[in-house]
């Protein structure tokens, strides 16, 4: 048997490995089974709550139910309309009877709702721009339209689709349904509603100008895969989602927002018409998710898509926008992606993302592993990419912030990637910056530039990390047993910048020029020797050795009520010559074994282990018996100076065995195949 590890991408190269196992072809033994069907795996309970479906077989527009709370859908025509489907579960009155509104099978339409008071369930104000509302749910209730029975005004009315004033509701599917101001308005009573699965892309164009407004006392809201397009804003104040308080409300606090596998896309990305296309909609274009004139008490954005934000001549088109939000705590925004957001000016307050502004922030706020893509985007439509100006003295310098921007890449920012002033301590840390980021050249000094200057990331004031300096390279080699070393020298003080508390961390990137492409690992614990230096060991090789080396300092907590608080970038050195130290280099290891059982393990490696450990080993040269079913592991040990990626590992016996995606340096990996003796 031959194995080969193929290791595809920047490693390159393979390895080869055989062995011999010798297969005894004995007659197959008789082996039974009997398979035993026993009771049910549950048992539904005689006292199970009811269940009530009414099914939409009508886009009669706003027709009443003829007689709400008698358990049947139906208008004076005999059809079930969605208002009527509505009233019904309204007036439900058991508490354990589930509602659910589904629409006909095979049916299709859309409800096209004139701007007639009559025709709506209310013309109450649902938020104070939404001055009345199609349809106001009361009750707990599934409404899944499956995305064939759409919702759109015939006129720019004034108001909203849905008015959701119940907890727990659950709406499902819905594919344009519109008015001329909100789709959904989660109001007070709506504790724990969500908007899971479908779109709304504005082609017959009324003005729809917000996906959802979110009230106070809205807590638990959820809105997922969905997909938003094409929607006129009006004024900043707005934007696809709203969390807002209303001029109905007395509170202005809401908890536990979650926003996730959104796609916020305002293609085409021209500069958008003030009345938008009235045909298509298609230069109509608002901000993402903006919070405004309301507390937030936890907020996630993850897994989305905020892609093509325009230009515009008068209002300002964010990603998303925090910076009129009274208060923030426990803000998550992780795993988007940023693309083609044109930001306009080259100031702060035209930000992908605007944290709020006069504010601080308590919990745990995240801004990471984000991916900030505005390579490629117009020339000077693209600034700054987060800016927070908090409300910091300094005499208050060194207070924690509660801010962590970690993880993300940039590339495309023209003025700063991160711009920070009047914030405390902010951990910025093992960010990446594309060659079309912002930066000085490569021979400025980055560490001390300021706002007149294009950076990756900015303290603008000794108020933001206190300005710390960064310590800086000055020597660089590659030792005999291929250890990468750098020699760090501490920064003197200087007028107006701050020395970082020691021990020190220290980020390494590697740069092909002048940015930060690729993060090289961090050590921690660096102190200064009595000379200012100090020799350090970069954890990784970098892909290439025709480029620089730089460093961002990370200071310790200077205090109980700090954190650790990170400066803005070195410095460039040019790299050492790493001779064959960069070459990829690896043991396999292949076993064989009976008896194995690997429970419920899914995983490449977790199979692998559980065969190993459950399993008996079989010796090379064995006999096997003729049927018997055997598991072959394979372990792969990366015994150079490089991760590994993309491990590929194939057999003559089984081909293609699996893909180990990354093994670091020191480490070993494995994946296990099983076989059945001919």
Known sequence: MRCRVDKPGRLGGSAVWSRRLVWALAPAAAFGMILVAGPGAWEASAEASQAVTHFVNTTEAGTKDVNPGDGVCRTESGACSLRAAIEESNATKSADTEVVIAVAEKFTGAIVMPNERALRMTNDSATGVDSAAYFKVTRTVTIDLDERLSVVPDANDGACAFWIEAPNVKLRNLKNVYSGETAIVFGPGSDGSSLDGGSLIQTDNYRGERLAFIRPGADRVSISNYTVSRL????????????????????????????????????????????????????????????????????VVEDSQFRNFPLSTSDRRRAIDLSAALECSDVDIRNNTFTNIQTGASDRDHATILLPEKQLLTGDNHVRANTFDNAGAAAGGQAVAVAWKGDVSTAESTQASNLYIED?????????????????????????????????????????????????????????????????????????????????????????????SEPVTIDFYYTVGRTAEEYLGSVSGVTADASGRRTVAVPEFPSSENGYVRVQTQGAPVSENSQIE????????????????????????????????????????SIHDSVVATGELIASGSRIGSGLGIWFTYTVANTGHVPLEEVRVTDDLHQEVCVIELIPKGASAGCAKSYSVP
């Open 566 to 605: 990170s400066s803005q970038y070195s410095r460039t050195l040019l790299l050492p010559a790493f001779g064959d130290c960069r070459e990829p280099k690896l043991e396999l290891q292949v076993r064989a074994w009976r008896g194995a059982d690997p429970g419920g393990a899914t995983d490449l490696g």
């Open 232 to 299: 006129y804003d009006g004024s900043d104040r707005f934007g696809a989602i709203v969390v807002r308080k209303s001029t109905e409300d007395s509170d202005d606090v809401v908890s536990d927002l979650t926003f996730s596998k959104l796609t916020i896309d305002n293609a085409p990305a021209d500069v958008p018409d003030p009345d938008c296309d009235a045909d298509s909609g298609a230069t109509c274009a608002s901000s993402g998710i903006v919070v405004s004139k309301i507390k937030v008490r936890g907020m």
């Open 408 to 500: 993300n890449h940039f590339d495309g920012y023209a003025k700063a990637s991160v711009w920070l002033v009047d914030t405390g301590a902010v951990t910025v840390r093992r960010n990446t910056f594309g060659t079309d980021s912002a930066s000085a050249a490569v021979t400025e000094n980055e560490e001390t530039g300021g706002k007149s200057q294009n950076l990756m990331t900015l303290n603008e004031e000794n108020t933001a990390n206190r300005r710390i300096l960064t310590w800086y390279p000055v020597a660089a080699r590659v030792t005999a047993g291929c250890e990468f070393q750098v020699d760090m020298a501490k920064p003197g003080t200087s007028k107006g910048y701050g020395i970082a």
